[in-house]
Nanobody
Framework: QVQLVESGGGLVQAGGSLRLSCAAS????????MGWFRQAPGKEREFVAG????????YYADSVKGRFTISRDNAKNTVYLQMNSLKPEDTAVYYC???????????????WGQGTQVTVSS
C-alpha cells in the first residue's frame, strides 16, 4: 500500500506556472504507475497526466498537452506536475494517484491523495 500527499497548489494568474508535487510513502513507489487527475466544481474527475513506473512513458489529456509536464524521481518517492501557461479552466482540485500495474494510464489507479487546490484567475 502507498500513501500520497500532494503539495504546491495555490492561486496564480492566467499565463502563470505552478509545480505540484506528490510525495509517496512505501517501498514500492518505483514499481507504481503514477497519475494526476483533477476535478472542477460540478464536473467529474478527469485524467490530466500519467507516467509509467520507470518514467519512460508519459501520457497527457489533450487539454494540457504542450503546457503540462509530468515527471518522477524514484529516489525521492515523488512525482511532479509542472503546469505552464495556466488558464482559468485549469482551476480544480488536483489529485495524485498510484497504479500497482505500473502503467501511468488506464483504470488501475487504486491509491489517491487528498488533493490540492489550483485556482487560476483571469
Amino acid at each position: 500500500q502507498v500513501q500520497l500527499v500532494e503539495s504546491g497548489g495555490g492561486l496564480v494568474q492566467a499565463g502563470g506556472s505552478l509545480r505540484l508535487s506528490c510525495a509517496a510513502s512505501g517501498r514500492s513507489f518505483s514499481t507504481y504507475g503514477m497519475g494526476w487527475f483533477r476535478q472542477a466544481p460540478g464536473k467529474e474527475r478527469e485524467f490530466v497526466a500519467g507516467i509509467n513506473w520507470s518514467g519512460g512513458s508519459t501520457y497527457y489529456a489533450d487539454s494540457v498537452k504542450g503546457r503540462f509536464t509530468i515527471s518522477r524521481d524514484n529516489a525521492k518517492n515523488t512525482v511532479y506536475l509542472q503546469m505552464n501557461s495556466l488558464k482559468p479552466e485549469d482551476t480544480a482540485v488536483y489529485y495524485c494517484a498510484a497504479s500497482p500495474s505500473g502503467y501511468g494510464v488506464g483504470k488501475g489507479f487504486m491509491y489517491w491523495g487528498q488533493g490540492t487546490q489550483v485556482t487560476v484567475s483571469s
